[in-house]
Antibody
Framework: QVQLQESGPGLVKPSQTLSLTCTVS??????????WNWIRQPAGKGLEWVGL???????NYNPSLKSRVTISIDTSKNQLSLKLSSVTAADTAVYYC??????WGQGTLVTVSS | QTVVTQEPSLTVSPGGTVTLTCASS?????????PNWFQQKPGQAPRALIY???KKHSWTPARFSGSLLGGYAALTLSGVQPEDEADYYC?????????FGGGTKLTVL
């Protein structure tokens, strides 16, 4: 049974880069033709799609975040990663990874504050 | 900027039927937008219910159904249960990018 687990610093300073990983267990991140997503949700607000990585190597990003986002996979560690640069308080949110949109991790809270 | 619109809130009685809708600022929603629907309860991650307009996941209760209705994507709950009280989000595909709706808070009362 495939499971996803997000991890990373819970606190990031403004202007720095937010870095998160999503560890995939129970299956290989690259063995099938899936796409892997990052989604975020500020407290008390709705969901926002951040971007995706296809196992073919293709990436797609939310146009509003595109200049600051990089999503990649590390097949040796079976991990999906998210890097978001030049963060501000508006990037404070729970960040979820998801295989396509069917299977989700439990999410990790990232707070941007000095 | 593309906007996906849902009813902010709806109320339904237990055992009743309710339809949630999902509209696109670009025009009528079609199957090419691959509508997805999610349920989220407080403190939990979203749970996928419907994909590609009307397809159910193996865990989706039979009382949930997806469709296209008059230019909208729709999620219908038939025989609503108290545990269906939650936030519901739709998701639409725009040629490489995905956009979530703002969510509908469903109250079962």
């Amino acid at each position: 049974q495939v499971q996803l687990q997000e991890s990373g610093p819970g606190l990031v300073k403004p202007s720095q880069t937010l870095s998160l990983t999503c560890t995939v267990s129970g299956g290989s991140i690259s063995s099938d033709t899936y796409y892997w997503n990052w989604i975020r949700q500020p407290a008390g607000k709705g969901l926002e799609w951040v971007g995706l990585f296809e196992t073919s190597g293709t990436t797609n990003y939310n146009p509003s975040l595109k200049s600051r986002v990089t999503i990649s996979i590390d097949t040796s560690k079976n991990q999906l990663s998210l890097k978001l640069s030049s963060v501000t308080a508006a990037d404070t949110a729970v960040y979820y990874c998801a295989r396509e949109f069917a299977l989700w991790g439990q999410g990790t809270l990232v707070t941007v504050s000095s | 900027q593309t906007v996906v619109t849902q009813e902010p809130s709806l109320t339904v009685s237990p055992g009743g039927t309710v339809t949630l809708t999902c509209a696109s600022s670009t025009g009528a929603v079609t199957s090419g937008y691959y509508p997805n629907w999610f349920q989220q309860k407080p403190g939990q991650a979203p749970r996928a219910l419907i994909y590609s307009t009307s397809k159910k996941h193996s865990w989706t209760p039979a009382r949930f159904s997806g469709s296209l209705l008059g230019g909208y994507a729709a999620l219908t709950l038939s025989g609503v249960q108290p545990e269906d009280e939650a936030d519901y989000y739709c998701l639409l595909y725009y040629g490489g990018a995905w956009v979530f709706g703002g969510g509908t808070k469903l109250t079962v009362l």
